[in-house]
């Protein structure tokens, strides 16, 4: 075999998934990526929709600090549905304090054949396979950085925030970009690994955080570009979004059922 044909063959996509929140904008109970979705956890549905990709062969889940025993557990509780024909491994470590740390985390976990990173919200449980796989197609397909992203529906101000013991406080508005120009990005967003991870040994973002992989890699001055997201790849942040994830479930089982 040739030398291009076998670094063919050892070349795999894996994908990051950043399960280490605690939900606090969910309001209290068990971490949020632990909590049913029409009773399945919403961690399961998003390894299944990570798992459907074909271009998918390694999912690493980024557990709760404390909690990695408890996820294996429960993933070993809940197969990967009979749409991965092609047999997804699937590995649990512990997070960080920050989305950012637990991404990096991850990324340290990854195999030496892993070419193509997504990295993917656990929060983010119904994105549709078709969403992953134009990610992953379009990274190899040369891009070193993807994200899927929507236009906006509201129009956005930036602000000047009122925090702390101001919070409350009328916020004076400080611009209007044009809403044209503006795309509200979701994940999966897929990578060059090599890209990814020097953004984040060499980005460090300041509090909370990067809430957003594809950020680090533009302050590396790497291109980024972006491709058609997907309404239901939203992303489960506050209570209302819990119903609208299971009145997507309950419309794609009405759909199964023809
Ligand atoms: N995340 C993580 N490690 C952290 C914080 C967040 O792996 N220390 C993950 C979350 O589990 C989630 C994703 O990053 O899948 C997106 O973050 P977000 O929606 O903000 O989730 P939480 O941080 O859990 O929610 P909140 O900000 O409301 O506490
Ligand atoms: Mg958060």
Redesign the pocket.
């Known amino acids: 075999m040739s030398d291009r044909g076998s670094s063919q063959t050892i070349s795999r996509t894996a994908v990051v998934i950043?399960?280490?929140?605690?939900?606090?904008?969910?309001g209290p109970g068990a971490p949020?990526?632990l909590r049913a979705l029409s009773g399945t956890p919403m961690l399961v549905h998003a390894v299944r929709a990570m798992a459907a990709s074909r271009a998918v062969s390694l999912v690493v889940v980024?557990a709760p600090p404390d909690g990695a025993a408890e996820v294996r557990n429960l993933l070993d509780a809940h197969p990967l549905a009979d749409r991965d024909s092609t047999r997804t491994d699937v590995v649990v470590v512990p997070?960080?304090?920050?989305?950012q740390?637990?991404v990096r985390l991850g990324l340290a976990a990854l195999p030496a054949d892993v070419t193509t990173v997504l990295v993917h919200?656990?929060?983010r449980p119904l994105v549709p396979v078709d969403t992953v796989d134009a990610v992953a197609a379009a990274v190899r397909g040369g891009a070193p950085a993807v994200v899927p992203a929507l236009p906006l529906a509201d129009t956005v101000k930036q602000v000047e925030p009122r925090v702390g013991e101001r919070a409350g406080e009328p916020e004076p508005v400080v611009g209007t970009p044009e809403r044209a120009l503006l795309r509200a990005v979701q994940t999966p967003q897929g990578f060059d690994r090599a890209t990814l991870v020097e953004a984040h040994e060499k980005v460090a973002v300041e509090g909370e955080g990067a809430t957003d992989d594809a950020g680090l890699v533009e302050r590396l001055g790497v291109p980024v570009v972006v491709v058609p997201g997907h309404e239901e790849a939203f992303?489960v942040?506050r209570p209302l979004d819990l119903v609208l994830a299971e009145a997507v479930l309950a419309r794609r089982r009405a759909n199964d059922g023809f």
């Open positions: 950043p399960a280490a929140g605690r939900g606090v904008r969910l949020k990526a980024v997070g960080g304090a920050t989305r740390e637990s919200d656990a929060a992303k942040t």
